[in-house]
């Protein structure tokens, strides 16, 4: 389907924050060229965090070639290996077409534009446990990935599929960073037991 450049920018400037304009962006990929556009990495954290993480480019995993003519026709310049528009300040990496969580898991939210589609938030919190643990960081990045581990255990701890969760910690080796977190946020009390 035609999804003019004009039909773009208005959803664009019609966001309320820069989660909404990412939901619109990726629903608009995918209404444009009929292939399953989902956001993973921290713009799928900012979305899921509610603006309290912030990222500046949008991630979408999606086969690359008619996205990028698509993104080229809304005015779309390539920088690097991302395509940007300075005037939005957004920088959209399309990531290819290989999710590498579950894609049973991913959440899906109705936007006017379409359904968006958003990695799962248990695969954006495995996926930060071990860069945490197995990559090296700068101190600046390893603040930001405990503040995104942080919010998302917070928000969506009891809502995690834990069955899966245990999965991914087991298979990246990351069971221990998960626990601590965890301990973090529910320090046992002095007689040994989880504070309720």
């Excluded at 090296?136 to 809502?159: F, S």
């Excluded at 910690?169 to 504070?195: C, K, N, Q």
Aim: glycine share 6%; proline share 5%.
């Amino acid at each position: 389907m035609i999804v003019s450049r004009k039909e773009v920018e208005q959803a664009v400037s019609s966001a309320r924050s820069k989660p909404e304009r990412t939901l619109f962006l990726a629903a608009l990929l995918e209404r444009a060229t009929g292939e399953e556009a989902i956001v993973v990495g921290g713009s799928a954290v900012e979305i899921y965090t509610s603006g309290r993480t912030s990222t500046r480019d949008i991630d979408v995993v999606m086969p690359r070639a008619r996205a990028l003519e698509i993104v080229k026709s809304w005015g779309f310049v390539p920088s690097g290996r991302v395509w940007r528009r300075r005037d939005w300040d957004v920088d959209l990496d399309l990531c290819g077409p290989n999710l590498s969580g579950s894609h049973a898991r991913i959440h899906v939210i109705e936007t006017p534009y379409g359904p968006a589609r958003i990695a799962a938030v248990e695969d954006l919190l495995a996926k930060r446990l071990a860069e945490l643990k197995h990559w090296p960081t700068t101190p600046a990045w390893r603040k930001d990935l405990v503040k995104q581990i942080e919010i998302l255990i917070a928000e969506y701890g009891d809502r995690l599929d834990e069955e899966y969760l245990a999965f991914v910690t087991r298979r990246d080796d990351i069971v221990d960073v998960l626990a601590d977190f965890r301990r973090r946020r529910h320090p046992p009390d002095s007689e040994g037991l989880r504070r309720e």
